[in-house]
């Protein structure tokens, strides 16, 4: 789901913590070694965002933060700010070039690029797809 999340609104509070859980705490966050990533460098994405981000004339880059049932992408458009919701569950993410990352939902994606000498940002996705395969349900009774 996408959401435009400038103003604070109790509705999508409720929604955001359905989808991807909670914030963690500040001692599951030390535990993890951080939550958030460093900026990312847009350089694709599905349709939908790709019309916000051409309303924008700036470098287009987000953030992930990461959540106990998913990760929220955040990105900026002008004066606005926007996420990309994506439970565990509805998360793909491919390594396809050599410096590129594609995180998918559904009909949605945003391709990311990475430097082979950021190391900070190849941890982070590695802490993301680790953290998914263990706290996903293993049977088919667990969901």
Do not use: W
């Not at 914030?23 to 939550?35: A, D, M, N, Q, S």
């Not at 070039?97 to 941890?123: F, G, L, M, P, S």
Request: proline share 4%; with cysteine.
């Amino acid at each position: 789901m996408l959401v435009n999340n400038t103003y604070r609104d109790p509705e999508l509070k409720k929604k955001l913590i359905e989808q991807v859980g909670k914030p963690f705490t500040v001692v599951e966050r030390i535990k993890l070694g951080g939550i958030g990533s460093p900026k990312l460098h847009i350089v694709g994405s599905s349709v939908e965002i790709n019309n916000l981000l051409m309303l924008d004339n700036r470098i287009h880059t987000c953030n992930i933060e990461l959540r106990p049932k998913g990760i929220l992408v955040g990105f900026g458009v002008r004066l606005e700010t926007y996420l990309l919701v994506i439970p565990f569950y509805k998360l793909t993410i491919y390594k396809g070039k050599a410096e590129e990352y594609c995180i998918y939902k559904d009909n949605y994606h945003i391709k990311i690029k990475v430097k082979n000498t950021d190391t900070a940002i190849h941890q982070y996705i590695k802490k993301i797809l680790n953290y998914k395969a263990d706290n996903s349900p293993t049977n088919i009774e667990d969901l």
